[in-house]
């Protein structure tokens, strides 16, 4: 298993600023997974993040909007860019330790509202 | 598009009360995972399924995979308050390091 922090626990932000959520993580992993979640929904994933190489976001989700930064195997960000109303939402980051069976761990979340 | 559909999408009901939750698709996946989260937190691991058929209790909480690796199912037991959350299934396609796919999740009501 592993544990995962997450900064800040919540934000409230104006439209046109940009917000980074760190990840933080007790042990080194190689992968590491950001996903966006409307409460009580299920999760979508925004991107994979592998320490040493590019982040690959998934259909709908672009670098521009979304950069991901993963400096080592412990750490990685995720910016909100130039935030709209209908980013709002909760933002959530894993990891998958390494297992045979691809289980992963979360952090507790970031909850942004833009306004 | 989404792969693993759940059902129901929400169910509330009294303490005592059993229910089952379902995790269906039309795709086969190597493993299946089970999550709750709670308000507030991230999802949290319930268990693994890898086997065809195979069926995992923990406390009252029963798993199973379907024989052909395209399904599962959550069975509760005298559900209790505690119980309460969003249960969302998982399920890899194959082995090694990859992305899960998620399941369109199932939010569960436990009344006093």
């Known amino acids: 298993s592993a544990v995962i922090s997450q900064k800040p626990s919540r934000d409230i932000c104006q439209r046109g600023t940009s917000l980074t959520i760190q990840c933080q993580v007790d042990s080194q992993v190689t992968m590491m997974f950001w996903y966006r979640q409307q409460p009580g929904q299920s999760l979508t994933l925004i991107a994979t993040a592998n320490q040493g190489s590019e982040a690959t976001y998934e259909s709908g989700f672009v670098i521009d909007k979304f950069p991901i930064s993963r400096p080592n195997l412990t750490f990685s960000t995720l910016t909100v860019s130039n935030m709209s109303p209908e980013d709002s939402s909760i933002y959530l980051c894993?990891?998958?330790?390494?297992?045979?069976?691809?289980?992963?761990?979360f952090g507790p979340g970031t909850r942004l509202t833009v306004l | 598009t989404q792969l693993l559909e759940q059902s129901p999408q929400f169910l509330s009901i009294q303490e005592g009360e059993n229910l089952t939750v379902y995790c269906n698709s039309s795709s086969v996946f190597s493993s299946l995972q089970w999550y709750r989260q709670e308000p507030g937190e991230g999802p949290v691991l319930l268990v693994t399924?890898?086997?065809?058929?195979e069926v995992k209790k923990l406390k009252r909480l029963t798993f199973q995979f379907g024989d052909a690796r395209k399904d599962s199912s959550l069975h509760i037991t005298a559900a209790q308050p505690g119980d309460t959350g969003l249960y969302l299934c998982?399920?890899?396609?194959?082995?090694?390091?990859?992305?899960?796919?998620f399941g369109t999740g199932t939010r569960l009501l436990v009344s006093p």
């Open positions: 894993s990891v998958e330790p390494g297992g045979v069976y691809n289980e992963q761990f």
């Open positions: 399924v890898v086997t065809g058929g």
């Open positions: 998982a399920g890899a396609r194959n082995t090694g390091f990859q992305k899960l796919v």
